[in-house]
């Protein structure tokens, strides 16, 4: 014995679109081959690269160009090595009591001049 549901309870279609499924992928026929888009095809082994065309505008310099990680490696390399020779110059800073004593004498001087 066969059973048959209907899923529209007996009420007729309304408009061409109106179905018994909710969405168009549960109907019978969706997935079948060619129902929704061609088939994909990249990938495959049909597919010819075609080669790079360069043609310079201008000569191109026969001194081989140095990438920039290299460049800025070098860089900071000069930089420290400038930092270290600068270390050789390098000085304390004057103590509190110093730089107190010398902003007071100067105060004194400019006083006396005045």
């Known amino acids: 014995m066969e059973i048959e549901i209907d899923h ?3 009420i007729a279609m309304v408009t061409p679109c109106d179905n018994c499924y909710s ?3 549960h109907s019978r026929n969706f ?4 129902s929704t888009r061609p088939v994909v ?6 597919y010819k690269r075609k080669a790079d065309t360069f043609i310079p505008l201008q000569r191109l310099s026969r001194t081989p160009c140095i990438p920039f990680h290299v460049k800025e490696k070098q ?3 000069e930089k420290e090595r400038n930092d270290v020779k600068n270390l050789d110059r390098w000085k304390p800073a ?3 009591l110093q730089a107190l004593g010398a902003t007071v004498l100067a ?3 400019r006083q006396r001049e005045s």
């Not at 997935?31 to 060619?34: I, N, P, S």
């Not at 095809?41 to 049909?46: E, H, K, L, S, V």
């Open 8 to 10: 529209r309870n007996g």
């Open 23 to 25: 969405c168009p992928e």
């Open 31 to 34: 997935h079948k081959f060619g």
């Open 41 to 46: 095809n990249f990938g495959c082994a049909t």
């Open 75 to 77: 860089q900071e390399l």
């Open 94 to 96: 004057p103590t509190l």
């Open 107 to 109: 105060h004194r001087v």
